[in-house]
């Protein structure tokens, strides 16, 4: 086995030497020492837990919160000849102790797990039998209730230290402030960290935005333009497809990518990718992480993010290979008024996760002081239907109470029904001159959904229902019937959820225990659109400046290359061809 770092860097990954601070962080590790590594999207963190995992005996365990993100960095490392192990979700109980009998016995160096797993015994005492050479958090920021993205599992992280003592522990993220560093530190109980910053700035990216009513257009003439590989982020899945196929229709090649696309249509979008016989790809916003591909020249936001973090991050996709690059977001006022409408209104505050809760307990018909481990089959439409409640604000409602522990939902919560139509439209007109019965229901659907030709589309069976005059099961059974008669496709995953109650029904007192939490998050998400929204109509600082400021980094010296630094340099005119 290579001992030396940089060996095993030129014999692994063909590199002579280290990129920016990922040295600093190596040397650290293996010294011992517990590590804050705090680098740009694109900096190799994941070269920095790997190279001093390989220095020595034994297995690194990683904690990361992508699915997606754990099979690339696993497929990534067997390609190398380094053995590596994934604990996803939808593993039979017997294939994960085989698994975790693996790390054991079968001189494996990298074991891959999601935070939800450190909440299951079995795991925990099986790592507490394995000589962990390093424990490495990925995306650590996910820990802070001040981080963009947090997630209650990854309070559990620090357990780790408890299963593993003997291990220095090395936290990584690209997006973190001051207060979610401070997070980081204290809820993963690191010892004297060495706190190893690299600079945020990005001095290959030119940051932009460009105000536009005709965005598609907008859109359309910066691909056009692109010489080599573009992410296009949007918000949806529907308006991933309808814009790949806007672009397709003008001249672009570009391709959608979003999570309802089958795994084997994910690997072949992402593959053609890749290897450029795909130029574009029009995303949500999951797509590219872990996914390191040098050569992309334009990022394109089409769509306002919800917070500095995030637009960071997926921007700084563009330019790893150093070279120049682009990020560009495209918006209009109307943007802004969408934003403030899809983020804020939506986030739940103490007084409606109240009522939520007192809904749910008698809908349910649970007595004060009763309630404990019991489950119910729940039809979340026909609930939110009963009590006049917003599904949107009541699903991160019940996220908010399941993850506080209260209630559990089961996996299939967030699923829906889907469907498409493939027959001609001619022969649609026939089939409803036949199907007399069945007609409302297909008429409701086709005024109420008007891309559910051109693609799968998540339709509300009890909105229909109600529309239509028709019961739910009616409408089911139309679903069916014209899936058999292969008018539409139809996926549905609807069905009837589980909801466990966890703790005895005390009303008020619940969810008092954790009221505060669910305020600063909140107050959090505000100001993370509102940061967002600043940045976005601050048109006399240098993008840059405001970005590495936001991060909590000093810097004074002006990009040269943002639309505002140009603005001083072009006439208002020419600036869009500067981009």
Known sequence: MHRDPKDILLHYWGFTEFKSSQEKVIDAIINGQDVLALLPTGGGKSICY?????????????????????????????????????????????????????????????????????????????????????????????????????????????????????????????????????????????????????????????????????????????????????????????????????????????????????????????????????????????????????????????????????????AGRAGRDGNPARAILITNKNDEQQVQKQFLSVIPDVPFIKTLYQKLNSYFQVAYGEGNDETFQFKFNAFCETYKLNSILSYNGLRLLDQNSVIALSETFSKKTAIQFIAPKNGLFNYLEIHKTIAPVIQTILRTYGGVYDYPTKINPLLISKKAAVSENEVFKALEQMHKDDIITYQNKQGDIEITFLVPREDDRTINRFAKKIAVQKENKINNVKSMLDYINNDSLCRSIQLLTYFDEKSKEKCGICDVCSREEYPTQEILNTI
């Open 50 to 314: 790997q190279i001093p995992a390989l220095t020595r005996d034994g297995i690194c365990i990683v904690v990361s919160p992508l699915i997606a993100l754990i099979q690339n960095q696993v497929a990534n490392l067997k390609k190398r000849g380094i053995k590596a192990i994934a604990l996803t979700g939808g593993i039979p109980q017997g294939e994960i102790i085989d698994l975790l009998d693996n790390c054991l016995y079968g001189n494996y160096k990298f074991l891959y797990l999601s935070p939800e797993r450190l909440e299951q015994e079995m795991v925990r005492n099986r790592i507490q039998q394995m000589n962990v050479n390093l424990i490495a958090i990925d995306e650590a920021h996910c820990i802070s209730q001040w981080g963009n993205d947090f997630r209650p599992a990854y309070l559990k992280c620090s357990i780790l230290k408890r299963l593993a003592p003997q291990a220095p522990v090395v936290a990584l993220t690209a997006t973190a402030t001051t207060k979610v560093a401070e997070d980081i530190i204290d809820y993963l109980e690191l010892i004297a960290p060495e706190i190893i910053k690299t600079s945020f700035s990005r001095d290959n990216i030119s940051f932009n935005v460009v105000w536009e009513q005709d965005k598609r257009y907008q859109l359309q003439l910066l691909c056009s333009k692109a010489l080599k590989s573009v992410i296009v982020y949007v918000r949806s899945r529907r308006l991933a497809e309808e814009t790949a196929n806007y672009l397709n229709q003008n001249s672009c090649n570009a391709d959608y990518f979003h999570g309802g696309m089958s795994k084997k249509q994910k690997q072949n979008t992402l593959n053609d990718w890749l290897e450029n016989s795909t130029q574009i790809i029009v995303a949500t916003n999951a797509f590219g992480m872990g996914i390191d591909k040098p050569d992309v020249t334009l990022v394109v936001h089409y769509q306002i993010p919800d917070s500095i973090e995030n637009y960071f991050q997926e």
